[in-house]
């Protein structure tokens, strides 16, 4: 993270990279304010975005097209964009034994509820995605905003965990 012109570069983990991933991944860029580079993926990625995410994500105006599901190997080989920050947003995800990341980003865990397993009429699990957008957007809306100038890195990684831990009031964002 020395280059200080330069973006740094954010990867968000699931295990389907699916649902929660891709949407931290279209959060922070649309509000990273250009500070960030904003990626997902899965270690055992589903093959496709979850409807209900571009459903959501469409809602909320994002550009959809070019969302895929993917894996983290991907960011792990020769080539890839070193990576500055890792954050897993499931817990499964959290458990795995991670590749090993160029550059040793630092890595958090922000586990948020996994939407694609809700079940129930269309309406609650619409609501279902629009709580996990809300959870994403408020932590990573904290992320964003801090400090990183005025940080030594134990400091920034005790903010990061601070970030994982925030109990969420989910706002109905849909």
Known sequence: MSDAHRAYNVLFLCTGNSARSVMAEAILQRFGGGKFNAFSAGSMPKG?????????????????????????????????PPLDFVFTVCDNAAGEVCPIWPGQPMTAHWGVPDPAAAAGSPVEIARAF??????????????????????????????????????DANDNVA
């Open 130 to 167: 629009a709580n996990a957008y809300g959870a994403l957007q408020n932590r990573i809306a904290v992320f964003v905003n801090l400090p990183f100038a005025g940080l030594d890195r134990l400091s920034l990684q005790a903010r990061l965990d601070t970030i994982g831990r925030t109990s």
């Open 48 to 80: 496709e975005v979850h409807p209900e995410t571009l459903a959501l994500l469409k809602r909320l105006n994002f550009d959809v097209s070019a969302f895929r599901s993917k894996s983290w190997d991907e960011f792990a080989q020769a080539g890839a």
